[in-house]
């Protein structure tokens, strides 16, 4: 496996997708295959996580390394990559 | 054999389900189901038994959420339900209707989709993004949502649908192409000369008469009206009510002629129950006389409105009424709106009420 990276998923994610763990490791190089590859393991979780324009929801946030990516942000081999929801809503 | 009564509530934080046997005297409450996601409508196929729940959150987006054991586990789909990229992408699934073995959902920004797998996956009907006046619909308020979804009962081929502030569209040919039928239908907030428009009105409810396309009623932004031909042409039956304003209308199982309605104050005064009293209108006679009922509903300081699918009927004889109000309240008649009490007091904000009556 090359690239290998850690994700981080949020409680309220994981809880629509039974036996999802809140961490995953998994190869990637961008956040977009890091998206293709939890839909892999997990059908429809790129929906919940990434619209059609395409890009991520509004209010989802992809931080790696303490800083917020895009899709098509490259992700570092070792990089701890954390999924959150937005403070939002009502 | 024993009934279950199922009144099926999406509220603005989850599926609830009220369940009572046919004497609907005791109800039980259970939820929230759904994650507690925002759900706009839930409906209960009575075919299958299947609960649908569309909806959709700020975080996760759209979906259809299903539960083929009367609400006690659900999964959830939005697969294919999705527009080209590059357009604005859907924010919610605001109706779903089941009919001979498909399911439909009607999203916002409008368009329409159908499942033909129970939910798992949808198909986009596009003929409604490729309308030539798709480019002229201004969305209102609430957004451009494709909120009521009334399938032929015969012709599976035939749709009307209601688009908020684009108006009632029906389709012949299983969604290819769209018809604007809103002749007749007022639209106060053009300028004068221009309030009946082709399309741009605000249909805020269309319900069909029990089993008969040709029989359609709507509640309008402005008005409320009838139609006997299919929406071809709508006649105004506002006459006897206290306002042209409203969201839900619903239809007796057995009567045609026999509706109920909810009007609220006026759409700057409030959208409250008029006069802070509650009342549910019923005509017996398709719109030409109305009778206020009131027995058991607050007669001072109701300030809740009702929204747009947040009423309905169910089949039982006497058939009951049932509406959802703003504020969490759930009311019930058993006895066709003679009467009234509240069954559920205190749940979020109520989008939607419909029925289910199974078999145990």
Known sequence: MTNVIVVRLPGVLVDLFPGAPRRVEMSATTVDEMMDGLNRSWPGMRDRLCDTSPAIRKHINIFIDGERAKLGTRIPAGSEVFVLTAISGG | ?360
């Open chain 2, 1 to 360: 054999m024993a009934k279950r009564i199922l009144i099926l509530l999406g509220t603005k934080k989850g599926v609830f389900i009220a369940e009572s046997d046919a004497a609907r005297k005791k109800w039980d409450i259970r939820g929230p189901y759904c994650e507690t996601w925002p759900i706009h409508h839930a409906i209960g196929d009575a075919e299958s038994g299947t609960i649908y729940a569309g909806g959709g959150n700020e975080w996760f987006g759209p979906a259809v959420w299903k539960s083929t054991d009367l609400g006690q586990t659900w999964t959830h789909s939005s697969e294919g339900l999705a527009y080209d990229a590059g357009e604005e992408p859907i924010k919610a699934v605001w109706s779903v209707a089941p009919r001979n073995g498909h399911l439909y959902a009607g999203v916002q920004p409008a368009g329409l989709f159908r499942s033909e797998d129970q939910g798992q996956t949808w198909i986009h009907l596009d003929g409604l993004q490729k309308h030539p006046t798709r480019k002229d619909w201004m969305p209102g308020g609430a957004g451009l949502i494709l909120h009521s979804l009334v399938a032929h009962p015969k012709d599976d081929n035939q749709i009307w649908v209601g688009i908020s502030s684009a108006g009632v569209f029906h389709t012949a040919d299983g969604g290819e192409t769209w018809e604007p039928r809103n002749r007749g239908t007022r639209a106060d907030f053009m300028p004068e000369g221009q309030n009946y428009p082709e399309f741009g009105q605000c249909v805020h409810c269309l319900v069909m008469a029990p089993g008969e396309p040709d029989r359609l009623y709507q509640q309008n932004h402005c008005g409320m009206y009838r139609s006997d031909d299919g929406g071809k042409r709508w006649e105004s039956i506002e006459a006897g009510l206290p306002s042209t304003f409203g969201f839900p209308a619903a239809t007796h199982p057995r009567d045609r002629e026999t509706l109920f309605l909810l009007p609220l104050n006026g759409d700057i005064k409030g959208r409250y129950v008029p006069d802070a009293k509650a009342a549910v209108w019923r005509t017996r006679d398709g719109g030409q006389t109305w009778q206020d009922l009131r027995a058991g509903l607050p007669q001072e300081n109701a300030y809740f409105g009702v929204l747009r699918q947040a009423m309905a009927t169910d089949r039982l004889d006497p058939s009951g009424v049932y509406f959802g109000t703003s504020g969490g309240v759930l009311f019930a008649s058993p006895d066709e709106g003679d009467s009234w009490q509240p069954i559920a007091e205190h749940l979020p904000s109520i989008s939607s009420v419909e029925t289910m009556v199974v078999e145990r």
